[in-house]
Structures are given as C-alpha cells and as structure tokens.
Nanobody
Framework: QVQLVESGGGLVQVGGSLRLSCAAS????????MDWYRQAPGKERELVAPIPPGGSTNYADSVKGRFTASRDNVKNTVYLQMNSLKPEDTAVYYCHAVIKPSPYGGTWFSYWGSGTQVTVSS
C-alpha cells in the first residue's frame, strides 16, 4: 500500500521557522503532483503549495514570501520551509499526492497523510 508520512511539526514562537517533510512509500510507480495543505480549527482545508513534477509552485497569497516548497523526486519526498511564522499559520499541515501504484493500466489515486500539527505562539 501507499503511505504518506509528514514530520517536522511542533511549537514555535512568532517569527520562528519550521521545516516540514513528507515521504511517500509503498507501491509507487509514478507520482504526479504533491501538495501541502493546512487546516485550522473551524476553517476549511486550504491549499498552501502545489508542487508539480517539474513546474513552478504557486503559493497561497497568505504564505508568499515566507514559505518555500521543494521536491526530491529520487526520495519521493517534499518539503515545506516555513519562515517568519505568524499565529494565523497555526494549523494541521497535510501532505497530498496523486500516485499511480502500478506500472500497468492508467489509474491514478489521491492519497493523504495523517497531518502534522504546527502551533505558532506569541
């Protein structure tokens, strides 16, 4: 089976930094887009940064200039470097990926990690 595991979350003060990682493992033939989402209590899940295999990343307006997403296709891992953190960045951050598990056929599936908590305090 395919598994996405996020790591790197935690408690940080305003203005601090965190680096999140998400590693995909299991039955993987090919990975298309990998994305970072976040969801704060009482709010809808928000797309933070889509990361296509070779294209540029379109960051959400709320994080532009502060967050940087990157991807290592050899390790099937994506990262989210978060700088100048604000209290409004507090949320559960989720990794998402569209993956083809088998080399045969043309079926792609959407997978989600379980999330990692990021809390920004003053």
């Amino acid at each position: 089976q395919v598994q996405l595991v996020e790591s790197g979350g935690g408690l940080v003060q305003v203005g601090g930094s965190l680096r999140l990682s998400c590693a995909a493992s299991g039955s993987i033939f090919s990975i298309d887009v990998m994305d970072w989402y976040r969801q704060a209590p009482g709010k809808e899940r928000e797309l933070v940064a889509p990361i296509p295999p070779g294209g540029s990343t379109n960051y959400a307006d709320s994080v532009k200039g502060r967050f940087t997403a990157s991807r290592d296709n050899v390790k099937n891992t994506v990262y989210l470097q978060m700088n100048s953190l604000k209290p409004e960045d507090t949320a559960v951050y989720y990794c998402h990926a569209v993956i083809k598990p088998s080399p045969y056929g043309g079926t792609w599936f959407s997978y989600w990690g379980s999330g990692t908590q990021v809390t920004v305090s003053s």
